[in-house]
T-cell receptor
Framework: AQKVTQAQTEISVVEKEDVTLDCVYETRDTTYYLFWYKQPPSGELVFLIRRNSFDEQNEISGRYSWNFQKSTSSFNFTITASQVVDSAVYFCVLRGMNRDDKIIFGKGTRLHILP | EAQVTQNPRYLITVTGKKLTVTCSQNMNHEYMSWYRQDPGLGLRQIYYSMNVEVTDKGDVPEGYKVSRKEKRNFPLILESPSPNQTSLYFC????????????FGEGSRLTVL
């Protein structure tokens, strides 16, 4: 079965602190994609990153970085020097490519950045 | 502008009154799908379509129907809505099943009384 677990339901940090959002996934597919999406209070879903199962390179984009570790089935997301505008719900998403094409969302982590 | 458009954005209806939420994309994407978002549950996939005339059930298809007669449109049909279908609905598309990124519509908030 495919599954995405975001164990942190809600996190609060003070502005400028670093924060890591955890994501653990399960899949029997050998080929798959992982994503992070951001949902700000306005409600839209904003794409942040895509990583395929063959590419375990970590990635940095400005204050955002992602750590993909296939050995532990984790795809964690770190925000460095957080800002109030980072306050949102963040979803980790799994898309398997071998069998059906179901897309599995984690339940999301609500991040509060306190001024 | 590349986009996924859903209508209506907000709807209040009553139990049993058939309704359709439309979804249209202008990016010539093959893959389209519908999700519902409920508090504490994240987004759950209702139906998806890998191309015209090809649709498959997601994780929560009960009470919903879809059709894909044209590449750009993927309407979600609630034949007999019930209060447990009150939710925020998102339509999404991607170029194909092998091109991962999903583009989402702005969401449709549905209330069934």
């Amino acid at each position: 079965a495919q599954k995405v677990t975001q164990a942190q339901t809600e996190i609060s940090v003070v502005e400028k602190e670093d924060v890591t959002l955890d994501c653990v996934y399960e899949t029997r597919d050998t080929t798959y994609y992982l994503f992070w999406y951001k949902q700000p209070p306005s409600g839209e879903l904003v794409f942040l990153i895509r990583r395929n199962s063959f590419d375990e390179q970590n990635e940095i984009s400005g204050r955002y970085s992602w750590n993909f570790q296939k050995s532990t089935s984790s795809f964690n997301f770190t925000i460095t020097a957080s800002q109030v505008v980072d306050s949102a719900v963040y979803f980790c998403v799994l898309r398997g490519m071998n069998r059906d094409d179901k897309i599995i969302f984690g339940k999301g982590t609500r991040l509060h950045i306190l001024p | 502008e590349a986009q996924v458009t859903q209508n209506p954005r907000y709807l209040i209806t009553v139990t049993g009154k058939k309704l359709t939420v439309t979804c249209s994309q202008n990016m010539n994407h093959e893959y389209m799908s519908w999700y519902r978002q409920d508090p504490g549950l994240g987004l759950r996939q209702i139906y998806y379509s890998m191309n015209v005339e090809v649709t498959d059930k997601g994780d929560v298809p009960e009470g919903y129907k879809v059709s894909r007669k044209e590449k750009r449109n993927f309407p979600l049909i609630l034949e007999s809505p019930s209060p447990n279908q009150t939710s925020l609905y998102f339509c999404a598309s991607s170029l194909s099943r092998n091109t991962g990124e999903l583009f989402f519509g702005e969401g449709s908030r549905l209330t069934v009384l």
